[in-house]
């Protein structure tokens, strides 16, 4: 009894550190982000590794004041004709996770050989004014993830069925027995697989509402694709990594992929990530067909280019928990009364929608950091095997 109460003992220490080490990756803030980031880099040129940086800025500050970039890191030549491009922070608070998984993947490459025949671009945080203020929105309450297109105009048939439950013109409560009762009604009336797609799919006609996607290319979406457009000039093949956090299972990442995808990408796919992969499809998956998401959007800029996209997406908490408080914070910052950013960044829905997309668990870090090595890792081993 001894042996394996001692055994037992030993086994939670070694979990723990694992864990803690997992956590280790994650910041505190935008600012900390960045700054781990960059040092991060920078150890990596001083192995040796060949480097190229950037800092595309967006002339806006966060809540301390501090510069508000997009940071770009080269490993290797851009003359190589295959890449993988690694994004993260596209929807602000999802940055969070983002980010840390960006900094374990740059500390496993410190141990190991330098980059021949291909290069990888971090692309870290997007949208750095949502990760900052603690929105998953930028600056003109605009998803970015439906921002990536040519047309912004229109809305989904079902959109104003659902619109002033979507988005009340009143401060949220806490708890509202309407929420539930009034939702279910909905759902019922016209079926959770439709209220999931009008909802989510990105709307063009509504600024101050739920998953609007702008009346213009973002300033953010913008200096990325200009800055690629500089640097892709010898480009034949990506492949495409976006991080993000909020759908499936906690802890379980789901490889979204567009449902347009051809047969043999489809399966080649599947071959690398197995029973992860799941289409865009609101009737296969956790997932949903988007307007305007960054893969298509910076694809269509690059027609030359042989592109592999995939989402990795790692799930949270459950599909009401997570709509429940998106809609509390976008209700409370389009409809409080406040002048000072720093006091609306302060309310309850704020934090909420923190921990509705970056859980303070260490279970649910480990997993992330062990995923997002796992999905890397067998991108670049792709890249490696392919002339």
């Not at 220490?13 to 991060?40: G, P, V």
């Not at 800055?227 to 499936?248: A, P, S, V, Y």
Request: with cysteine; proline share 3%; glycine share 8%.
């Amino acid at each position: 009894m001894q042996l394996k109460w001692i055994r037992n003992w030993l086994s939670s220490i070694i979990l723990d550190n694992i864990k803690m080490s997992a956590s280790h990756w994650f910041s505190k803030s935008y600012t900390e982000a960045k700054k781990r980031f960059h040092e991060s880099v920078n150890q990596l040129e001083s192995l040796g590794h060949q480097v190229q940086r950037d800092s595309l800025s967006l002339d806006l500050v966060g809540p301390d004041g501090e510069d508000l970039t997009i940071d770009i890191a080269v490993l290797g030549s851009l003359t190589s004709n295959k890449l993988l491009l690694y994004t993260s922070g596209l929807h602000g608070v999802e940055g969070f996770a983002g980010s840390a998984i960006q900094l374990s993947v740059i500390d496993m490459l410190k141990n190991q050989k330098l980059i021949e025949d291909y290069c990888i671009i971090f692309v870290h945080i997007i949208n750095p004014f949502g990760m900052a203020w603690h929105r998953r929105v930028n600056e003109n309450n605009v998803d970015m993830n439906r921002n990536f297109i040519n047309t912004h105009s229109g809305e989904p048939d079902g959109y104003k069925k659902i619109d002033k439950f979507l988005n009340p013109n009143t401060i949220p409560k806490k708890f509202e027995l309407s929420f539930y009762v009034d939702g279910i009604k909905l759902i019922l009336k016209y079926g959770f697989t439709n209220f999931k797609q009008w909802f989510a799919q990105g709307q063009y006609t509504r600024p101050s509402s739920l998953q609007y996607g702008g009346d213009k290319l973002q300033k953010g979406p913008k200096l990325l694709i200009d800055w690629l457009r500089n640097n892709l000039k010898e480009t034949q093949m990506i492949f495409g990594i976006d991080l993000h956090t909020g759908l499936g299972k906690s802890g379980y990442d789901t490889i979204l992929i567009s449902d347009q995808i051809s047969e043999a990408d489809y399966e080649l796919l599947q071959n690398l990530y197995g029973s992860h992969i799941a289409p865009l499809d609101p009737n296969k998956g956790v997932g949903y067909h988007v307007t305007g998401d960054i893969h298509s959007g910076i694809s269509a800029e690059f027609p030359s280019i042989k592109w592999l996209t995939i989402t990795q997406e790692f799930g949270t908490y459950g599909p009401v928990t997570v709509f429940k408080n998106l809609r509390a914070e976008n209700r409370w910052t389009q409809n409080n009364k406040l002048n000072d950013p720093l006091d609306i960044m302060k309310h309850w829905s704020r934090n909420n929608l923190l921990r509705t997309f970056n859980p303070d668990s260490r279970k649910w870090h480990e997993s992330l950091i062990v995923r997002g090595k796992i999905v890397f890792n067998r991108a670049v081993e792709y890249l490696i095997s392919i002339d």
